[in-house]
Structure formats: structure tokens, C-alpha cells
């Protein structure tokens, strides 16, 4: 049974940083897009960045220079460094990752920018 486990999340103040985790575990191969997604209270899901397996990323307009994905294949883990946080970042972030055409999401983090 494959597990993805996230952490990283809690409260900052804005212009802060935080830096997520997700790593799966569990019976888990070819992984291909790893990605972050997240939702604030009344609005949709969305995408934040994601990251393909040549190491290609892709962001949100809103977070484009302020976060950065990246990953470890060795330990099938995905990361997402949070800078110049924002009030309006503030959401449950959620992990994705596809492998073997299977798509796994995270139990999701919560993340909040106030002073």
C-alpha cells in the first residue's frame, strides 16, 4: 500500500519561509510528475508547481520566484521551498505524485501566513 507523508506545515508571518516534504512509501514505482497543489477555505483546488521526471518544472503565476519544487528520486520524496510568504498563501497544501499512470495525493498541510 502506497503512503505519501507530508510535513513542513504551521504558521509564519509574512515574508517568511517554510520548506514542505512528501515522501512516499510503500509499493511505489515509476514515479513520473510529482507535484503541490493547494486549497484555501471556499475556493478550488489548484495547482502550485509540479516537477517531471527531467527535472522540468512548472508553476503557479501567483507563486512564480517566491517557491521552488524540487526532488529526491533516491528517497521519493517531493519538496516545496515557500519564500516571501504571503497572506494569500495561506491553504492546505497537498502532495500529488503520479506513478504508473496511478495518481497518490497527500493527506495535506496547513499553512498559514498572519502576523
Known amino acids: 500500500q502506497v503512503q505519501l507523508v507530508e510535513s513542513g506545515g504551521g504558521l509564519v508571518q509574512p515574508g517568511g519561509s517554510l520548506r514542505l516534504s512528501c515522501a512516499a512509501s510503500?509499493?511505489?514505482?515509476?514515479?513520473?510528475?510529482m507535484a503541490w497543489y493547494r486549497q484555501a477555505p471556499g475556493k478550488q483546488r489548484e495547482l502550485v508547481a509540479l516537477?517531471?521526471?527531467?527535472?522540468?518544472?512548472n508553476y503557479a503565476d501567483s507563486v512564480k520566484g517566491r517557491f521552488t519544487i524540487s526532488r529526491d528520486n533516491a528517497k521519493n520524496t517531493v519538496y516545496l521551498q515557500m519564500n516571501s510568504l504571503k497572506p494569500e498563501d495561506t491553504a492546505v497544501y497537498y502532495c500529488?505524485?503520479?506513478?504508473?499512470?496511478?495518481?497518490?495525493w497527500g493527506q495535506g498541510t496547513q499553512v498559514t501566513v498572519s502576523s
Open positions: 500529488k505524485i503520479m506513478a504508473s499512470w496511478i495518481e497518490y
Open positions: 510503500g509499493s511505489i514505482f515509476n514515479i513520473n510528475t
Open positions: 516537477i517531471r521526471n527531467d527535472g522540468r518544472t
